[in-house]
């Protein structure tokens, strides 16, 4: 048995990245941009009001108060288009271009004024409330660079640089196959040996989150004809996902059978728990992960293996879920040889850190306490007995990596 992260080394190793389509900004938000983007204009485009006021050059000020004409208006999207003169202002607000003669803005506030005379009350030094243009940045400049996961922020940018579309990764499309003869899908008809197929439904969503595009391949029996036909639907996607019957069962068919068909394996079981069974190969060119099919393992080695992969079939360098410090609530007994992955709910705290109470069943079937988990404890293989209020690793059980 490998360790989990020398799985997760093979399992990166070989993948590159998908290839790339242009979409409208608007849709961008959470894509990957996949070529550097380079600013088609300069921002503010002219010196411009950051205030309502009035535009004046600051030497008529330098003794308050002061009188001065009022000889035009600039408000945003307008202009005062004629040289400002000694003695002059130029009434204006936010967002207007400073005209030209103008070197700084009285605030409103700092002024009493008629239609046609202001008298300021302060004075102001050049460049006061002005926003020099390219302030923000300049036509020419690279704003954001290639294989970054674009935010709302990003967007504004992008926009901002008046760039309407852009290049992105496509979504990586993931064929999920589940296997079982005792599976339905929700809401089907079901008899009392069968069991509702969750898996798919979780894994997919996980994919979608990550930036994936799931295929649902559906549901095949276990039998080698049902398994290849099913499995034939992965021609078309960059990685395929099998869910169930890759342990070591008379009915776990999917190595033997996929071999058939192409699958070269590279490894195969795991020092882990739950997940044990996992398995990775090349599957007629694309890369191949067959999960074991208890919905918890399932999600622990999506989130442990196929999160990153999706990151670097996407361009980008892997991300781990991040692990952090937290306290033990309850004593637990000397780990055996596999990484363990407990669920855990976070019940208060404790200096500064989490504290984390385990649920008493750690089934790799409950998907009940998977749910209502915050958090997964982690140990390392032969990791010893811990008493309550020891210091453990956890992995928060959110989303990875938030898009904000
Ligand atoms: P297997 O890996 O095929 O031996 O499956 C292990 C356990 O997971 C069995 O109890 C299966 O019934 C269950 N299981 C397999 N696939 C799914 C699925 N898609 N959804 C929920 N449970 C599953
Ligand atoms: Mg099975």
New binding site residues.
């Given amino acids: 048995m490998i360790s989990v992260d020398e799985a997760r080394a093979k399992i990166l190793k070989d993948i590159k990245p998908v290839s790339t389509e242009v979409i409208a900004l608007a849709e961008a938000n959470g894509r990957v941009l996949a070529e550097d983007a380079v600013a088609r204009r300069t921002q503010p485009p002219a010196d411009m009001s950051a205030m309502d006021g009035f535009a004046v050059k600051a030497a008529d000020i330098a003794m308050v108060p002061a009188q001065l004409r009022i000889v035009g208006t600039a408000a945003a999207g307008g202009s005062h288009d004629t040289v400002l003169q000694t003695g002059e202002a130029v009434r204006i607000f936010t967002g207007a271009p400073l005209p030209d003669g103008a070197d700084t803005i009285v605030i409103q506030e700092d002024t009493e004024f008629t239609n046609d005379a202001v008298t300021v009350l302060e004075t102001a030094k050049v460049g006061r409330y002005v926003r020099p243009a390219g302030l923000d940045f300049r036509g020419g400049d690279i704003g954001l660079t290639a294989d970054r996961v674009l935010s709302p922020r990003d967007i504004g940018l992008l926009a901002a640089m008046n760039i309407p579309w852009v290049t992105v990764r496509r979504r990586p499309r993931i064929a999920l196959l589940?296997?079982?003869d005792?599976?339905v899908r929700p809401g089907e008809p079901v008899a009392r040996n069968q069991?509702?197929?969750?898996?798919?439904l979780?894994v997919a969503a996980m994919i979608r989150e990550a930036g994936g595009d799931p295929i649902d391949l559906g549901?095949a029996e276990?039998n080698a004809a049902s398994l290849r036909e099913k499995a034939a639907g992965a021609s078309s996607a960059d990685m395929l996902i099998t869910?169930?019957?890759?342990?070591v069962?008379d009915?776990?068919l999917v190595q033997s059978v996929l071999a058939e068909e192409g699958l070269a394996v590279d490894f195969w079981r795991i020092a882990m728990r739950p997940g044990k069974?996992l398995m990775f190969g090349d599957f007629a060119g694309i890369p191949m992960l067959g999960?074991?099919?208890?919905?918890v393992?399932?999600m622990i080695c999506s989130f442990l293996f196929l999160l990153p992969a999706i990151d670097a079939l996407c361009g980008l360098t892997p991300r781990q879920p991040p692990r952090q410090k937290a306290i033990l609530d309850q004593d637990i007994t000397a780990n055996d040889q596999r990484e363990d992955y407990m669920r855990a709910r976070i019940i208060g705290t404790k200096e500064g850190l989490p504290r984390v109470s385990l649920f008493p069943k750690q089934d790799?079937?409950m998907l009940s306490s998977l749910s209502r988990a915050d958090c997964l404890v982690v140990r390392a293989p032969f990791a010893a007995a811990l008493s309550a209020g020891s210091e453990i690793e956890i992995i928060l059980l959110r989303h990875p990596y938030p898009n904000v």
């Fill in positions: 589940s296997t079982g005792e599976l069991i509702i197929s969750s898996n798919s979780l549901i276990d869910l169930g019957g890759a342990s069962g009915h776990d069974p999960m074991p099919g208890n919905p393992s399932s790799s079937s």
